[in-house]
């Protein structure tokens, strides 16, 4: 048995959802224990894309559960979307194959609201949040005024802590950001009705963990957004709400850490980032857009454009430390073709000091050059490669300076975005 942790090293967008979809074949359970419809998680199966921002990447698999923990933050319009459009599709969702935590934190208008009105309130120095709530919802968990699904199946609990939530909200929404303001009964009947639609699908994710961890299940905890957006550990402020990093998946789903066997890094073997904040490896020119371009580097929740980047493997490494990495995930490969000479970064020149590893402080961060090694770069399409030895000597050499950065292994090599165009080196569940 073997329980493992997939999260991304860098600031999101790793390629984590197509990387879970094709580990999932190996898992029984696939759990989200973070974030919310912030994070868009693109799969291709068989020819046709998938975009999840709340259902874990497991789903198109049969006879897999899906699970939602405590840890996430459920904006229940969204996912109720997210479902119908998978049952259109003939890919059904059931409570066979989907379980919510009733003590999942569900997003309400007034989060949206306040966090469009905040961003809009900020100008220079937004943060780019993806305007869906998140940061407001986790808000409202942390100053415990949150209402959790459970409180969805109980009108009169949910009437009044509507009622008392709405008094503050309404106040700093009318009079602090002039926005318009909320009426409990409308929010209380759309929400009423979707407590009604999520009930069946509402259950203990921590006593349904154990259940698997009884039966020598295979657990595997989809990480959204990237390390580097940790709210403890990312670039803070230019982070999002949630802990981002492996141990929350332990928090945010209701297991121990003595369950958890290994945890995998996914790192995209370039570096990208959506919104604002620090980013030593930024290439604003035209290789920047050329890997934009052929990565199709655009948000898959807001559409924005992603900024690009060499590989940075300070981000990197800072990720190996902060999440305990057992073994690394390179996706997106494929979209370096064709680039004559690729660079990695493997430190930080600030002032007159070296650094290794990412500084905490913003300030020191933004003082930071990137020291690059060069690399020859190679023309080979890699899209149909599915062994390592096949892989151009360039391409070779690029990854084990990787591993050689890092020390850790490489496991699977993504050569493009459907499932078949990995190249697996070693299974994780072995
Ligand atoms: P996530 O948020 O970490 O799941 O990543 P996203 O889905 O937001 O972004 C990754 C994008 O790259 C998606 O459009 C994937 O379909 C695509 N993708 C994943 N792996 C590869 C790969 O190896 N090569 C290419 N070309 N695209 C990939
Ligand atoms: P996946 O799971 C990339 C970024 C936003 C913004 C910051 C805060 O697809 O990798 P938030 O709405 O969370 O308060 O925004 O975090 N961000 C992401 N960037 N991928 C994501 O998720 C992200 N989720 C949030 O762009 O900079
Ligand atoms: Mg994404």
């Avoid at 696939?30 to 874990?56: D, K, S």
């Avoid at 998978?86 to 935590?101: A, E, Q």
């Avoid at 023309?379 to 690029?398: A, F, H, M, S, V």
């Amino acid at each position: 048995m073997a329980n493992v942790v997939v999260i991304g090293t860098q600031w999101g967008d790793e390629g984590k959802g197509k990387v879970v979809d094709l580990l999932t074949e190996k898992a029984d359970c696939v759990v989200r224990f973070q974030g919310g419809n912030n994070a868009g998680h693109t799969l291709v199966v068989e020819g046709t894309q998938y975009i999840f921002h709340l259902i874990p990447s497991g789903i198109l698999h049969p006879g897999k559960v899906c699970m939602i923990g405590n840890g996430v933050v459920l904006d229940p319009g969204v996912l109720l979307q997210e479902m119908d459009r998978l049952n259109g599709l003939g890919r059904s969702v059931t409570p066979d194959n989907l379980v919510i935590s009733r003590y999942t934190h569900i997003i309400m208008p007034y989060h949206r609201a306040l966090d469009l009105a905040r961003e809009n309130a900020k100008g220079h120095g937004k943060i780019g949040t993806t305007g869906r709530g998140i940061g407001p919802c986790y808000e409202d968990k942390v100053c415990r005024s949150g209402i959790r699904l459970h409180d969805l199946f109980d009108e009169q609990a949910l009437r009044s802590k509507l009622e008392r939530n709405l008094k503050e909200k309404n106040f700093l929404l009318e009079h602090f950001f002039g926005a318009s303001p909320l009426e409990v009964d409308a929010v209380a009947e759309e929400y009423l009705a979707y407590g009604r639609r999520l009930a069946p699908f509402a259950d203990n994710v921590s006593e349904r963990l154990q259940q698997s961890v009884r039966e020598n299940r295979h657990i595997h905890f989809e990480g959204a957004q990237g390390t580097h957006l940790d709210i403890d550990h990312g670039t803070y402020p230019y982070v999002t709400s949630s802990n981002t990093v492996a141990g929350n998946a332990c928090c945010g789903s209701g297991i121990g850490p003595t369950r958890i066997h290994a945890v995998l890094g996914v790192v995209k073997a370039y570096t990208t980032r959506v919104g604002g904040g620090p980013f030593p490896t930024e290439l604003e020119d035209e290789t920047g857009e050329r890997i934009r371009a052929v990565g199709g580097e655009f948000g898959s929740t807001t559409g924005r454009p992603r900024r690009c980047g060499w590989l940075d493997m300070v981000v990197v490494n800072s990720a190996v430390r902060l999440n305990g990495l057992a073994g690394l995930i390179i996706t997106k490969l494929d979209v370096l073709t064709g680039i004559p000479k690729l660079k990695i970064c493997v430190s930080y020149r600030c002032g007159t000091r070296s650094l290794d590893m990412v500084p905490p402080e913003l300030e020191a961060l933004e003082k930071c050059e990137p020291v690059c090694r060069e690399f020859d770069g190679w023309e080979e399409d890699l899209r149909g490669i599915r062994r390592y030895q096949d892989l151009p000597l360039n391409t070779r050499r690029y990854l084990e300076a990787v591993e050689e950065l890092s020390g850790v292994p490489i496991g699977i090599v993504s050569v493009g975005p459907a499932r078949e165009e990995t190249i697996l080196l070693k299974d994780p569940f072995q």
